[in-house]
């Protein structure tokens, strides 16, 4: 229960995990419960305790996550649990957080019983905060459409729309909850994709990244304008080391004007230092909508963390269709990392896939 409830802060707790309180009674009859519901208010305890009132005291905690034991922007929990009297917490997933971390302990020395009993929906819930907290990468989740043959566009990169009315609209909700969406020059050259969220309530504001190493981008490309002027600007991401021409820095500077942000790559266009970068300045989660060069070089770089795949009800028999992901040519199917099936849902006739590669240590 209280994961069901810490999941109703997605979109809103990020970069901060979602978390999930229950409040219940020594016979298990739940008095309240509460949630993380944005970054910078009120933590998953708290919300719940002002819920509970007077009725906290003797009562048992459920906790998603350990509960705090600083004071950042609000905090700490561990105090608030002590003040409020209960009398026993039990929660998930330990917090790997220095700055945070230490709260079942600090319970403890209160006299309060603190149980660390491991979930696994709790520590799914948790893994972006794990994630970023354990490597200061963001999540990184990959989503496309393709047909059952494995295309996701025809040879001349037509793609609209493979997948059905429902899937769209699940992936612009999806877009809405997420700190950043990256996607390849390909796709901004072909599609001109605004990549916003659209007819679905926008939960915070999405910055949007363009892998470009040669600086490519049309200045008059969707992907730069803002449709409200708070949006963060469109971060172009270039090899500085690859178009190291007169033309270059003059296409640089072009996109500098109309407003966006150019940040380099690693050595040899690697993603990684960028996307750390990008981590270090609130990117917790990164939802990838891109073209197969861009998805295989996530791979190439094992930086994919998951992937929603829509199976939408097509056979293209192309010989040369687009693919999802590609550019590693491995040799053995062996060598391939195999990913976790977590989920196999309907959208109206497409089938939505969801697989996971993380391995986050927790
Ligand atoms: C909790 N309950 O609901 C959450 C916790 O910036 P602050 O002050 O909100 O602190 C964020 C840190 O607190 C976060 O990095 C994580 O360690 C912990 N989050 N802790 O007891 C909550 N969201
Ligand atoms: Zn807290």
């Known amino acids: 229960m209280a994961v069901r409830v810490a999941s109703r802060g997605h979109g809103g707790a990020e970069p901060n995990p979602m978390v999930g309180c229950v409040i219940a009674d020594r016979n298990g009859n739940v008095i309240a419960d509460g949630y993380h519901r944005r970054c910078g208010g009120p933590h998953a305890e708290v919300d719940a305790l002002a819920a509970a009132g007077s009725r906290a005291r003797g009562a048992l905690a459920l906790v998603t996550l350990?509960?705090?034991?600083?004071?950042?922007?609000?905090?700490?929990?561990?105090?608030?649990?002590?003040?409020?009297g209960v009398s026993e917490v039990i929660y998930a997933v330990a917090d790997p957080n220095p700055l945070a971390k230490g709260g079942a302990a600090r319970l403890r020395e209160c006299g309060i019983r603190a149980f660390?009993?491991?979930h696994a929906a709790a520590t799914e819930l948790a893994l972006p905060f794990l994630k970023r907290m354990h490597t200061g990468l963001p999540w990184?989740?990959?989503?496309?459409?393709?047909?059952?043959?494995?295309?996701?566009?025809?040879a001349?990169?037509?793609?609209?729309?493979?997948?059905?009315?429902?899937?769209?609209?699940?992936?612009?909700?999806?877009?809405?909850?997420?700190?950043?969406?990256?996607?390849?020059i390909g796709t901004v050259l072909e599609d001109d994709p605004r990549l916003t969220a659209r007819e679905v309530r926008v939960h915070r504001a999405q910055r949007r990244v363009v892998f470009d190493p040669d600086a490519r981008t049309p200045p008059d490309a969707n992907v730069l304008k803002q449709d409200n002027e708070s949006a963060a600007p469109t971060t172009i991401l270039v090899d500085p080391t690859s178009g190291n021409d007169l033309s270059f820095a003059r296409?640089?500077?072009?996109?500098?004007?109309?407003?966006?942000?150019?940040?380099?790559?690693?050595?040899?266009?690697?993603?990684?230092?960028?996307?750390r970068a990008l981590a270090g300045e609130g990117v917790s989660t990164l939802l990838v909508e891109a073209g197969g060069g861009l998805v295989g070089r996530l791979l190439r770089e094992q930086l994919l963390d998951e992937a929603w795949v829509f199976v939408a009800p097509l056979l293209v028999a192309d010989d040369v269709a687009r693919r999802s992901a590609r550019g590693l040519a491995p040799e053995v199917l062996a060598a391939i990392?195999?990913?976790?099936?977590?989920?196999?849902?309907?959208?109206g006739e497409d089938a939505l896939l969801h697989y996971r590669w993380a391995r986050v240590a927790t």
């Open 66 to 84: 350990e509960p705090c034991n600083h004071r950042g922007r609000t905090g700490p929990c561990s105090e608030a649990l002590v003040a409020a």
């Open 337 to 347: 990392p195999r990913g976790r099936l977590l989920s196999v849902r309907r959208r």
């Open 140 to 154: 990184i989740s990959a989503k496309w459409a393709q047909s059952i043959d494995g295309a996701v566009a025809l």
């Open 251 to 275: 296409r640089v500077d072009l996109l500098a004007a109309r407003g966006a942000r150019v940040m380099p790559l690693g050595p040899g266009g690697t993603l990684e230092t960028a996307l």
């Open 116 to 118: 660390h009993v491991p």
């Open 156 to 184: 001349n990169g037509d793609s609209q729309w493979l997948s059905g009315t429902r899937s769209r609209r699940l992936v612009h909700r999806e877009r809405a909850r997420v700190d950043a969406i990256l996607t390849g």
